[in-house]
C-alpha cells in the first residue's frame, strides 16, 4: 500500500529548520504522512512546519520528548483508521534539526518495511562536535550493555523506524530525553530485532554555552531515571 511509512517530528523552537526538515521527509520514497508535534515552542515553529505540508499538533506548554512523540504516533493512529488502512503505518522519528539531510534517511526504512528489523536507529556517518555530549553517550551505551549485552554504536540517536507492533510494545514510553535509552532496552527484553544503519544525516552543532550545558544537564538526568527505571 503506497505510503507505508509515517514520519513524526518532534520538535521546539526550530523555526528556522524544521521547514527544510518537512519537505526533505516528505520526499523520502514510501512515506505518506509527515506529522510535526511542536512541543510549546515560543517561536513561528507550528506554522513553519503547516506551511511546508506537515500535519501539526501542538502542546500548549513544553512536555518533553517523549511525550512528543506519543502525541505524534496517535496521530498517525487516526489517520490510519480515517483512511480505513489494512495494516497501520511504520513510523518513522527524525529530529527537526536535520534540515535537507532529513531526505537522507530513506536506508532506515528498508529493514523494517522489507521485514527484517523491528526498530532501526541511525548511525551518523559524520559528526559533529557535541561539547561535552559524551557523558550523556557513555552512561546511556552503558546501561543499554548491561541491561541487555548489547553495545549500541550511537544510543542516543533519535533518528529510529519502527513497526508500530513495536511502538505499542514500548509504551508508555520514557520521560523526556530518556526515550530512546528506554526504547532500546524495553524493545530488546521483549526479543524484538533492532538493526543499526549508517545514514547521512547530520544536526546542527551544539555548543558550549550555559543553555547547551542545561540541556545537556537535563538529558543526563534523563537517562539516568530511565535507566533506574531498567535494573
Do not use: Y
Amino acid at each position: 500500500m503506497p505510503g507505508d511509512v509515517a514520519v513524526v517530528i518532534a520538535a521546539r523552537n526550530e523555526a528556522d529548520r524544521i521547514a527544510a526538515t518537512v519537505a526533505a521527509a516528505a520526499g523520502l520514497a514510501g512515506v505518506g504522512l509527515v506529522v510535526v508535534v511542536d512541543d510549546g515552542s515560543a517561536d513561528a515553529t507550528a506554522a513553519a512546519a503547516q506551511r511546508a505540508g506537515a500535519a501539526v499538533m501542538r502542546h500548549p506548554r513544553n512536555r518533553g520528548k517523549g511525550a512528543a512523540m506519543e502525541t505524534g504516533a496517535e496521530a498517525v493512529l487516526l489517520v490510519d483508521q480515517r483512511e480505513h488502512r489494512d495494516r497501520p503505518r511504520h513510523l518513522l522519528f527524525l529530529d527537526a534539526d536535520l534540515a535537507q539531510t532529513a531526505g537522507q534517511a530513506g536506508p532506515l526504512m528498508d529493514p523494517v518495511t522489507a521485514g527484517t528489523a523491528d526498530m532501526t536507529i541511525a548511525v551518523f556517518a559524520a559528526t559533529v562536535k557535541l561539547g561535552g555530549h559524551g557523558l550523556v553517550v557513555g552512561l546511556s551505551g552503558a546501561g543499554i550493555r548491561r541491561a541487555t549485552g548489547w553495545q549500541p554504536r550511537q544510543p542516543l540517536n533519535g533518528q529510529r523506524c519502527l513497526t508500530r507492533a513495536a511502538f505499542e510494545a514500548a509504551r508508555p514510553l520514557a520521560h523526556g530525553w530518556g526515550v530512546e535509552t528506554a526504547l532500546t532496552i524495553d524493545l530488546l527484553r521483549q526479543g524484538l530485532r533492532i538493526t543499526e544503519v549508517e545514514v547521512e544525516l547530520a544536526h546542527r552543532a551544539t555548543g558550549t554555552g550555559l543553555r547547551a550545558q542545561l540541556h545537556r544537564a537535563h538529558q543526563l538526568t534523563d537517562v539516568a531515571r530511565a535507566l533506574a527505571a531498567r535494573p
